[in-house]
């Protein structure tokens, strides 16, 4: 179990990464190509790409392409559709709230504040799931939560942007997303689920491009770039991850926790490619997160045998 969970947190702070990194690449397109075309093209190139490494992975564990039962089939169509429902609803929402705020807005900082915040959706609405938590991910959670305030908001939230309403919920919907992940993962191969998950994904944002928007080619080959990562790093790779670094955790608040580290990423991320210096706060905030990840990873019987000792 303690192997799994290292193993758990070692690709659940992968997919942070590139997920952290991911924000530079969304506020980058915001401005040019429209929510739904983003997510419609990022998600069609991300299900095809993990097609070959589904059939690669397969055949490496010695198993047909295609599960033989008729219910294992349904199972994993069932589990692919409901958790590409929820995060074509995430990822959009997201990408709507990023694009919504006016120029010169704090966009990166309150979006990954506000996506991040599922650390506390997550758990709370676990509850329902009869999941509990455990005392050292509880208290977890608060730091975690503390650190993204210091590392997002430190000088206060100024203007209350329509942008920081959506990505609110958007938050709320990527909790939803990871339990229902949680659900399924341990039934169905994860790196189909991924695939599918993301065809899901995309058709429903294609009909929604087609309906709601007008999709302008020259900006979209303009941005093929943060379009490219975004497809294959950080949904391709960075959403398999999760569902792989998911399926050895267990505990689905803990796995948030691990994921919300794409706010210090992102962080970085302005560093590497935005030139951004970080200030005090943001250091601070990363070290409350990093106690947060340590806190976090304590066996939750620690305080049971301390109490036996005394």
């Given at each position: 179990?303690?192997?799994?969970r290292i193993?758990s947190?070692v690709?659940?702070?992968?997919?942070?990464?590139?997920?952290?990194?991911?924000?530079?690449?969304?506020?980058?397109?915001?401005?040019?190509?429209?929510?739904?075309?983003?997510?419609?093209?990022?998600?069609?190139?991300?299900s095809?790409?993990?097609?070959?490494?589904?059939?690669?992975?397969?055949?490496?564990?010695?198993?047909?392409?295609l599960?033989?039962?008729p219910?294992d089939?349904?199972?994993?169509?069932?589990?692919?559709?409901?958790c590409?429902?929820?995060?074509?609803?995430?990822?959009?929402?997201?990408?709507?709230g990023i694009a919504?705020y006016p120029e010169g807005?704090?966009?990166?900082a309150?979006?990954g504040?506000?996506?991040?915040?599922?650390?506390?959706?997550?758990?709370l609405?676990?509850l329902?799931?009869?999941?509990?938590?455990?005392?050292?991910?509880?208290i977890?959670?608060?730091?975690?939560?503390?650190?993204?305030?210091?590392?997002?908001?430190?000088?206060?939230?100024?203007?209350l942007?329509?942008?920081?309403?959506?990505v609110?919920?958007?938050?709320?919907?990527?909790?939803?997303?990871?339990?229902?992940?949680?659900?399924y993962i341990?039934?169905?191969?994860?790196?189909?689920?991924?695939?599918?998950?993301?065809?899901v994904?995309?058709?429903?944002s294609?009909?929604?491009?087609?309906?709601?928007?007008?999709?302008?080619?020259?900006?979209?080959?303009?941005g093929?770039?943060?379009?490219?990562y975004l497809?294959?790093?950080?949904?391709g790779?960075?959403?398999?991850?999760?569902?792989?670094?998911?399926?050895?955790?267990?505990?689905?608040t803990?796995?948030?926790?691990?994921?919300?580290?794409?706010?210090?990423?992102?962080?970085?991320?302005?560093?590497?490619?935005?030139?951004?210096?970080?200030q005090?706060?943001?250091?601070?905030?990363?070290?409350?997160?990093?106690?947060?990840?340590?806190?976090?990873?304590l066996p939750?019987?620690?305080?049971?045998?301390?109490?036996?000792?005394?």
């Amino acid at each position: 179990m303690k192997k799994h969970r290292i193993l758990s947190s070692v690709i659940l702070l992968t997919a942070a990464i590139i997920w952290g990194m991911a924000f530079v690449a969304q506020e980058q397109l915001a401005d040019s190509v429209p929510p739904f075309t983003v997510n419609a093209i990022r998600s069609l190139i991300a299900s095809v790409a993990l097609i070959p490494v589904t059939a690669i992975t397969r055949r490496l564990q010695g198993k047909r392409l295609l599960e033989s039962e008729p219910a294992d089939r349904k199972k994993l169509i069932k589990a692919g559709v409901v958790c590409g429902v929820m995060l074509c609803i995430s990822v959009n929402l997201q990408q709507f709230g990023i694009a919504l705020y006016p120029e010169g807005a704090p966009a990166s900082a309150h979006s990954g504040f506000l996506t991040a915040l599922y650390i506390i959706f997550v758990p709370l609405f676990g509850l329902f799931l009869h999941k509990k938590p455990g005392l050292f991910v509880g208290i977890a959670v608060i730091l975690a939560t503390v650190g993204l305030y210091f590392l997002c908001l430190y000088n206060g939230f100024g203007a209350l942007y329509t942008g920081d309403i959506v990505v609110l919920i958007c938050g709320m919907a990527f909790a939803v997303q990871i339990l229902c992940v949680d659900r399924y993962i341990g039934e169905v191969d994860g790196v189909k689920l991924s695939s599918i998950q993301f065809l899901v994904t995309g058709l429903l944002s294609a009909v929604l491009m087609l309906i709601f928007e007008k999709p302008d080619i020259s900006a979209i080959l303009a941005g093929w770039k943060p379009l490219l990562y975004l497809a294959l790093m950080s949904s391709g790779v960075g959403y398999t991850l999760q569902i792989i670094g998911q399926k050895y955790s267990d505990n689905p608040t803990l796995a948030s926790i691990l994921m919300s580290m794409e706010s210090v990423f992102a962080v970085i991320g302005g560093v590497i490619f935005m030139h951004a210096v970080p200030q005090i706060n943001e250091w601070i905030g990363c070290g409350i997160m990093l106690a947060a990840i340590i806190i976090a990873q304590l066996p939750s019987d620690l305080l049971k045998k301390k109490a036996k000792q005394i």
